[in-house]
């Protein structure tokens, strides 16, 4: 059992790598869904509105850029509060997590960090994502080196994310 580690502070196994990596796919899986139901309710609603109107051939890069801009900040919200309550209940699991058998905790009391610290959380993770890819990755990657398996996003938010049934 050499993937198995014990949190120095809350004393319970700290999650491995790959089952944080498999809950996220999980939750991104889940989300897609609502992603798609999203996008087709908003086309819809443009189309519906456009039919009487022509439009122009020649569409600018800068409203292109914006309605891509529109598009991403429309389809975090539902992902940002769906982790900031999943990660911040009692339970401390979105779906994917439960799925693991896998928790986020505050990391020194080990009790649940609530709704806003499961909002930074995520929205740190979000800021990495979309304005630096290279410390997404180093985020993503970090808790394979870190001592409390701690993303960046962790480290912030002051959570672990612990093994229920390691």
């Not at 020649?58 to 409203?63: F, L, P």
């Not at 992902?79 to 058998?101: E, F, I």
């Not at 740190?124 to 990657?141: G, H, Q, R």
């Amino acid at each position: 059992m050499s993937n198995f580690r014990l949190d120095p502070v809350l004393h319970q196994p700290l999650a491995p790598w790959w089952k944080r990596l498999v809950a996220i796919l999980i939750d991104s899986v889940i989300l897609v869904f609502g992603y798609v139901i999203l996008v087709l309710a908003v086309t819809a609603a443009v189309t519906q509105g456009s039919n009487s109107v022509s439009s122009s051939s020649s569409t600018s890069g800068a409203s292109a850029l914006a309605a891509v801009a529109a598009l991403w900040v429309l389809l975090s919200i539902p992902a940002a509060v769906y982790y900031a309550m999943m990660n911040g209940s009692r339970r401390g699991q979105t779906l994917g997590k439960m799925a693991l058998g896998i928790a986020v905790r505050d990391a020194q009391t080990g009790g649940p960090i609530g709704f806003w610290r499961g909002l930074w959380r995520n929205l740190i993770t979000i800021v990495f994502e979309v304005a630096f890819s290279i410390p997404y990755l180093l985020d993503s990657l970090a808790p394979l080196w870190d001592a409390r398996r701690q993303a960046w996003h962790d480290k912030v938010a002051r959570s672990v994310v612990v093994d229920l049934k390691p």
